[in-house]
């Protein structure tokens, strides 16, 4: 069985009412100006559409006058007023879509710029897929709304407005029959529109996870593969795929019921209205031209109403889209730069400072991740995280880039509390080697150089060299420059181990991360890159996190983490002979000899 989305995004309250399309007015207050002239156009045409049924009247009783000269004359000006039409439907149409295509790409880049600062703590909450959804598929119902149904919305309202008037003017006893006519429209629209809402939403809730289903699976597909789990991840995506294709069509049904009453009760009231109308011209109470001119107005009339009832549902489908954007824009993240922010003294020191920090994962919050850790890592010091799996290491690095805050206590560099500083200013004094390296679509030079992307071809070449990557990347087809592929699947895993050493050997940071990095190489390389990094450890200060242990015996300081808490601390000789959870580790991992 299908799962119903699950994110916050699923429990935000509903809209009741259209006024979610107030969020567009922040991307619409820079372009003012082609706002105005797209709505100058729309009026022009609304009232030279108003003026045509009145020319039309004039040619039709001209005929009655038999003066050709005057008929003559009423062609003319019906000419006059189509090309003036024309003129203003095509400036109309090039100003609203420009200006449609204008917001959605700043909506869009706002909304990326948005996420990409946000915190690790709101995507555990928040799936990247449905992000994409929203980036993509909400996007494009406000293009589809600002570039073509508000303008049509706005035009057909102006014309229904003006029609009744003119209406009225034209005959006030049919005009009365087809107001009779106006509330068995208006009511059906009411409330199946709120139907038509309430279902918009539930099929772009649909559409959303379907996408984060889909992003999972591809990102994933070779551990899909290896598991032989093809099938059912098909069955997933297909049964989330049916089901908002349900929602859709019960969406479409509802929307197609109400556009057959609505033409109905409209159609129906106009043969009425003319039927009395007809008895009016024979009776002599209407001339014909008069009779034409308010049949056109009643069509026009009738159209509007028509148009503006499919249009409310685009309109409801639109508002949705933007409250659902609107709150990715205005989300909050536990995980905020200060409003006056202390700079990081330079040149930085490097020392590190936790003190009595306890964590919790907002996602796991029973489990405590860290419980009461103090930790003074001096400049230029080279620190070892060990312990067993889920014991708080990459904890530790993970609140030193301050993905997340602790619930108590602090972290600080130089002194300085790193909530007291914007992330951009400490982070650029930290390089880090993650457990799984990301290697981006690109060139392996342009991968490396990511690390500092000014650095020269000479620099990205000497870390790599560091990295012991040079002679990997030397005998690729295109050398430095080949494409690694999505993810680098070109690469081994070692291979895109060593890439990512060169990125942070590159960055030449003050403060040097290493999550488990040297766990996929063979004996070979992990000696070259230890020899790197031991090299560069003698100027900066460096976190080590490892579980195996012969990377990090020449570490000047192994601190040993369990359940969140340090429970040793020393050299590997010092902690070997103490004993306890170290020397137990120890014992696992190395032969007597080498212990």
């Known amino acids: 069985m299908a799962r119903k989305?699950?994110?916050?995004?699923?429990?935000?309250?509903?809209?009741?009412?259209?006024?979610?399309?107030?969020?567009?007015?922040?991307?619409?207050?820079?372009?003012?100006?082609?706002?105005?002239?797209?709505?100058?156009?729309?009026?022009?045409?609304?009232?030279?559409?108003?003026?045509?049924?009145?020319?039309?009247?004039?040619?039709?009783?001209?005929?009655?006058?038999n003066n050709a000269a005057l008929l003559d004359e009423y062609f003319a000006a019906a000419l006059i007023i189509a090309a003036a039409l024309a003129l203003g439907t095509g400036l109309r149409y090039y100003l609203v879509t420009r200006l449609g295509e204008r917001v959605?790409?700043?909506?869009?880049?706002?909304?990326?710029?948005?996420?990409?600062?946000?915190?690790?703590?709101?995507?555990?909450?928040?799936?990247?897929?449905?992000?994409?959804?929203?980036?993509?598929?909400?996007?494009?119902?406000?293009?589809?709304?600002?570039?073509?149904?508000i303008s049509v919305a706005l035009r057909n309202l102006l014309i229904l407005i003006g029609g009744l008037v003119l209406l009225l003017v034209t005959s006030t006893k049919l005009t009365g029959l087809v107001l009779l006519i106006v509330p068995m429209v208006v009511v059906p629209i009411v409330i199946l529109g709120r139907?038509?809402?309430?279902?918009?939403?539930?099929?772009?809730?649909?559409?959303?996870?379907?996408?984060?289903?889909?992003?999972?699976?591809?990102?994933?597909?070779?551990?899909?593969?290896?598991?032989?789990?093809?099938?059912?991840?098909?069955?997933?995506f297909g049964d989330v795929t049916e089901r908002s294709f349900l929602?859709?069509?019960?969406?479409?049904?509802?929307?197609?019921?109400?556009?057959?009453?609505?033409?109905?009760?409209?159609f129906t009231g106009i043969v009425g209205v003319l039927w009395v109308g007809a008895r009016d011209v024979r009776a002599g109470d209407m001339t014909p031209g008069e009779m034409v001119q308010f049949l056109i107005y009643a069509v026009m009339v009738a159209g509007s109403v028509g148009a503006l009832s499919e249009i409310w549902s685009e309109l409801q489908r639109a508002a949705g889209a933007t409250e659902r954007l609107n709150e990715l824009l205005t989300?909050?993240?536990?995980?905020?730069?200060?409003?006056?922010?202390?700079?990081?003294?330079?040149?930085?020191?490097?020392?590190?400072?936790?003190?009595?920090?306890?964590?919790?994962?907002?996602?796991?919050?029973?489990?405590?991740?860290?419980?009461?850790?103090?930790?003074?890592?001096?400049?230029?010091?080279?620190?070892?995280?060990?312990?067993?799996?889920?014991?708080?290491?990459?904890?530790?690095?993970?609140?030193?880039?301050?993905?997340?805050?602790?619930?108590?206590?602090?972290?600080?560099?130089?002194?300085?509390?790193?909530?007291?500083?914007?992330?951009?200013?400490?982070r650029h004094a930290i390089a880090l080697v993650p457990q799984d390296p990301v290697i981006f679509a690109t060139s392996a030079r342009e991968?490396?150089?990511?690390?500092?992307?000014?650095?020269?071809?000479?620099?990205v070449e000497q870390a790599a060299r560091a990295a012991a990557a040079h002679d990997f990347l030397s005998v690729l087809p295109q050398g430095y420059d080949t494409y690694v592929g999505e993810r680098g699947v070109m690469l081994s895993g070692g291979q895109k181990q060593r890439v990512a050493l060169a990125r942070a050997i590159l960055r030449d940071a003050k403060i040097l991360l290493l999550d488990e990095a040297t766990s996929a190489l063979d004996a070979e390389s992990e000696r070259a890159v230890q020899t790197a990094v031991e090299?560069?450890?003698?100027?900066?200060?460096?976190?080590?996190?490892?579980?195996?242990?012969a990377t990090v015996k020449r570490a000047d300081r192994i601190v040993v983490f369990?359940?969140?808490?340090?429970?040793?601390?020393?050299?590997?000789?010092?902690?070997?002979?103490?004993?306890?959870?170290?020397?137990?580790?120890?014992?696992?991992?190395f032969t007597d000899g080498q212990i």
Not at 127 to 136: K, W, Y
Not at 197 to 214: T, Y
Request: proline share 5%; net charge positive; hydrophobic share 45%.
């Open 5 to 65: 989305p699950t994110t916050q995004l699923e429990d935000r309250p509903k809209s009741r009412q259209m006024g979610a399309l107030r969020g567009l007015v922040p991307f619409l207050k820079p372009y003012r100006l082609m706002t105005l002239g797209a709505l100058g156009a729309l009026v022009l045409t609304a009232v030279i559409s108003l003026i045509l049924p009145v020319t039309v009247r004039r040619v039709v009783d001209g005929f009655m006058e």
């Open 104 to 149: 959605v790409a700043d909506i869009r880049r706002a909304l990326f710029d948005r996420m990409m600062g946000m915190s690790p703590a709101f995507f555990e909450r928040v799936m990247t897929g449905e992000v994409l959804s929203r980036l993509t598929t909400d996007t494009t119902l406000i293009l589809s709304v600002i570039g073509s149904s």
């Open 195 to 236: 139907k038509l809402r309430r279902l918009s939403r539930e099929n772009q809730d649909w559409i959303a996870q379907s996408s984060g289903d889909a992003s999972e699976a591809l990102l994933s597909v070779q551990t899909v593969q290896a598991f032989t789990h093809e099938s059912q991840s098909r069955a997933r």
């Open 247 to 266: 929602s859709a069509k019960e969406r479409i049904g509802t929307r197609a019921i109400m556009t057959v009453i609505v033409i109905f009760l409209v």
């Open 331 to 426: 989300a909050d993240d536990p995980v905020r730069d200060p409003a006056r922010p202390v700079a990081l003294p330079r040149p930085v020191k490097g020392e590190i400072a936790f003190q009595d920090v306890r964590f919790r994962y907002p996602a796991r919050p029973e489990v405590s991740a860290l419980d009461g850790v103090d930790l003074v890592v001096r400049p230029g010091e080279t620190v070892a995280l060990v312990g067993p799996s889920g014991a708080g290491k990459t904890t530790i690095l993970q609140l030193l880039l301050r993905f997340y805050d602790p619930q108590h206590g602090a972290v600080k560099i130089d002194g300085i509390d790193l909530r007291d500083m914007t992330r951009d200013d400490f």
């Open 447 to 459: 991968n490396i150089r990511f690390g500092r992307p000014d650095a020269t071809d000479a620099e």
């Open 535 to 549: 090299a560069m450890a003698h100027h900066r200060t460096t976190l080590v996190v490892a579980h195996r242990l």
């Open 562 to 589: 369990d359940q969140g808490r340090i429970v040793a601390t020393g050299t590997h000789e010092a902690l070997v002979a103490e004993g306890g959870l170290y020397a137990r580790l120890a014992r696992l991992q």
